[in-house]
C-alpha cells in the first residue's frame, strides 16, 4: 500500500498523541515547599504539586479538624471557587489522617500545595481505601510516602485554570530499608480502580524527574 504525504501526517500525530500519553506532559517542580510535616514540589503552571513527600509514623489520631478547610497558604494556587459546582473533590496528597496525631501538622494538609482535583469516585473510594491501608501499615514500621500526579492531556478546571491529573499515584517505602512495599498507579476517573506497577515504569510515565 502506498503511504501518501497526508497518511504520514496523520501516522506521525498519532504518534506523537501515543507517545504524550505514555510519557506524561513535561513539567518541572518550580519551588519545594517545606512545612515539617510534608514537602510540596509545586509548579506555578499547574498551581498545584506535582507530588508531595513525607514519612508516615503510626499514623493516625485523634485531631479535631472541624474549622479546617483548604486555603492559599502564601502562594499562587487554586482557590475554592475553582472547585464551586465541579464534578471534582478536593484531593489531599499528604493524607490529612495521617497527621492527625499532630493538629498543627494536621492543620498545614489544608493548603492548597497538597491540593489536587481527584474525581468524587477516587478520592472517595479506592484512594481513601489505600490510604487507611498505608495507614495500618505505618503502626509496625516507618513509611516514605510519595504521592503525586501524572498529566497525560492538557485538562484545567476553574477561573485559575489549575491542572486536572489524568492519574494520581502512590509510591510507599519501607523508610528503614528504602525497599519499595507499593507502586499503586489510580485513574482520576469514575471508574475506582487502581494497578500496581513497577517503579521504573511508572517514572516513564511521569513527566518529570522525582527528588531524593
Request: aromatic residues 14%; neutral net charge; glycine residues 8%.
Amino acid at each position: 500500500m502506498r503511504i501518501t504525504l497526508f497518511m504520514k501526517k496523520h501516522l506521525a500525530l498519532a504518534f506523537l498523541i501515543c507517545c504524550s500519553f505514555a510519557l506524561g506532559q513535561t513539567f518541572k517542580t518550580d519551588t519545594i515547599i517545606d512545612v515539617g510535616a510534608y514537602k510540596s514540589y509545586f509548579n506555578y503552571q499547574l498551581k498545584e504539586p506535582l507530588y508531595v513527600t513525607y514519612t508516615l509514623y503510626k499514623g493516625g489520631g485523634d485531631c479535631d479538624r472541624k474549622g479546617f478547610s483548604f486555603k492559599k497558604c502564601g502562594i499562587i494556587s487554586a482557590s475554592g471557587s475553582d472547585y464551586a459546582g465541579s464534578p471534582y473533590d478536593k484531593g489531599h496528597l499528604a493524607n490529612a489522617e495521617d497527621f492527625a496525631n499532630d493538629c498543627e501538622a494536621d492543620e498545614k494538609t489544608f493548603c492548597y500545595y497538597n491540593c489536587v482535583p481527584q474525581t468524587k469516585k477516587l478520592n472517595r473510594g479506592i484512594w481513601k481505601k489505600w490510604e487507611t491501608s498505608i495507614r495500618d501499615e505505618s503502626q509496625s514500621k516507618p513509611l516514605f510516602i510519595i504521592a503525586g500526579n501524572i498529566y497525560s492531556t492538557n485538562k484545567t478546571l476553574g477561573k485559575n485554570n489549575i491542572g486536572v491529573p489524568d492519574y494520581c499515584y502512590k509510591i510507599v517505602l519501607d523508610s528503614n530499608t528504602k525497599e519499595v512495599m507499593h507502586c499503586l498507579l489510580f485513574p482520576n476517573d469514575n471508574s475506582n480502580s487502581f494497578t500496581e506497577i513497577p517503579l521504573d515504569e511508572l517514572k516513564t510515565k511521569l513527566g518529570y524527574d522525582l527528588m531524593p
